[in-house]
């Protein structure tokens, strides 16, 4: 996606973490929000951030950083169920609307 | 509550051939999106709605891709005349106003053109 990027690819052991990166480079800024997508299904929302620092929800945190235009996904105590494309989207305008630019995925494999 | 709802789950066309697809938002959502998703090019915005009224219309789609929405429960997206590049899945989304990050997608539509 134009101005959002993830890496391609990230493999890691089931048990341990996982850590998906995105860069962002959009006019003005909203908002980020993160997507898991299996297989042959739709994307689902699974966390909005707009403020700088750490926000701790479990299985899923997510990390944001609006002066270096970067955030990750932590995906803890990995499970093999957790392989899917995490597709990270920014809202980039500061006006009212409630179009999403998103990255092109970054597909995770998780390893026995 | 009944998720985004698309139909059909899978279509097959001729190239040439005038292909519609649909979809239903949730409930109450202001904001529908129409996706393409490749493996090449991930996701790609066709439209976006807000209240009925187009709001984007995809710049690069505009030529043989229309999407409307006559009512606020229902959308169309019609390909005329297809083309086997045209094959992708094809995803409709929605989201409400107090809300937008959080956009509710339907299980998609998997068009192949031959």
């Known amino acids: 996606g134009q101005g959002v990027e993830q890496p391609a690819k990230l493999m890691s052991v089931e048990g341990t973490f996982a850590r998906v990166n995105c860069t962002y480079s959009t006019s003005g800024f909203n908002g980020l929000s993160w997507y898991q997508q299996r297989e042959g299904q739709a994307p689902v929302f699974l966390s909005y951030v707009v403020l700088d620092g750490l926000k701790d929800s479990g299985h899923f945190s997510t990390f944001l950083s609006r002066s270096n235009g970067y955030s990750y996904l932590l995906l803890t105590e990995l499970q093999i169920k957790d392989s899917a494309s995490y597709l990270c989207a920014v809202s980039p305008y500061n006006t009212n609307t409630g179009k999403l630019t998103f990255g092109d995925g970054t597909v995770l494999t998780v390893k026995p | 509550d009944a998720g985004v709802t698309q139909t059909p789950r899978h279509e097959v066309a001729e190239k040439g051939q005038t292909i519609i697809l649909k979809c239903e938002p949730v409930?109450?959502?202001?904001?529908l999106f129409w996706y393409r998703q490749t493996k090449i090019q991930g996701l790609e915005l066709l439209s976006y709605?807000?209240?009925?009224?187009?709001?984007?219309d995809g710049g690069a789609f505009k030529d043989r891709f229309k999407a409307e929405m006559l009512n606020s429960s229902f959308s169309t997206l019609k390909i005329q005349p297809t083309e086997p590049k045209d094959s992708a899945v094809y995803l409709c989304?929605?989201?409400?106003?107090?809300?937008?990050?959080?956009?509710?997608f339907g299980p998609g539509t998997r068009l192949t053109v031959l």
């Open positions: 709605f807000r209240s009925k009224s187009l709001m984007e």
């Open positions: 989304a929605s989201s409400g106003l107090a809300y937008y990050a959080e956009q509710f």
């Open positions: 409930s109450g959502h202001n904001d």
